[in-house]
């Protein structure tokens, strides 16, 4: 199975910083690499598909980058609704798999 | 628009079954997959398996020798079947529009608690 290890952990910042939140995969999965977005008790919200692609309706302040085993989910200017827990997911090969996620929080 | 909600028993006996439903609208089972995707408290998510538009499945191999998935496209419903149920197996469950392998559309998830 391809392991997605997500750093840091969790990450605080003030609104209006800018960020970036890692994802590294065990073995090279070319952009086959998803990003979410979890807020509490909410469904997961797909935000970014394969490494850089962006999906309708979410705002342009999320982008994406990488390809092979390293990964990257930036996030220009954190806004407050932004302050949530962040997935990244493979869709390479069989079973596929989340990280553990990153969570975001207001410092 | 592409929904999906999940329906089923809230509470299942240890060693017990868990059926569960996931009901779509707004795409066709026969054109599109879908996944079942679980999360434990406070825990990461996982993937469970899916049910592919042919029909054909593919689960985790962790859960393979437990769970089944099927449908019923006249019905627009996806099922998910799992035995020899335990604490550990206790997550919201979530199905989720599966395209590309990956997921923009989800249920609202449902809340199972293994307990006796």
């Known amino acids: 199975d391809i392991v997605l290890t997500q750093s840091p952990a969790t990450l605080s910042v003030t609104p209006g910083e800018s960020v970036s939140l890692s994802c590294r995969a065990s073995q090279g999965i070319s952009t086959s690499i998803h990003w979410y977005q979890q807020k509490s008790n909410e469904s997961p919200r797909l935000l970014i598909k394969f490494a850089s692609q962006s999906i309708s309706g979410i705002p342009s302040r999320f982008s994406g980058s990488g390809s092979g085993t390293d990964f990257t989910l930036s996030i220009n200017r954190v806004e407050s609704e932004d302050f949530s827990v962040y997935y990244c997911?493979?869709?390479?090969?069989?079973?596929?798999?989340f990280g553990s996620g990153t969570k975001l929080e207001i410092k | 628009q592409v929904q999906l909600k999940e329906s089923g028993p809230g509470l299942v006996q240890p060693s017990q079954t868990l059926s569960l439903t996931c009901t779509v609208s707004g795409l066709s089972l026969t054109s599109n997959s879908v996944s079942w995707i679980r999360q434990p408290p406070g825990k990461g998510l996982e993937w469970m398996g899916v049910i592919w538009s042919n029909g054909g499945t593919d689960y985790n191999s962790a859960i393979k020798s437990r769970l089944s998935i099927s449908r019923d496209t006249s019905k627009s419903q996806v099922f998910l079947k799992m035995n020899s149920l335990q604490t550990e197996d206790t997550a919201m469950y979530f199905c989720?529009?599966?395209?590309?392998?990956?997921?923009?559309?989800w249920g609202q998830g449902v809340m199972v608690t293994v307990s006796s």
């Open positions: 997911q493979q869709s390479y090969s069989l079973p596929l798999t």
């Open positions: 989720a529009r599966n395209q590309n392998n990956n997921f923009r559309y």
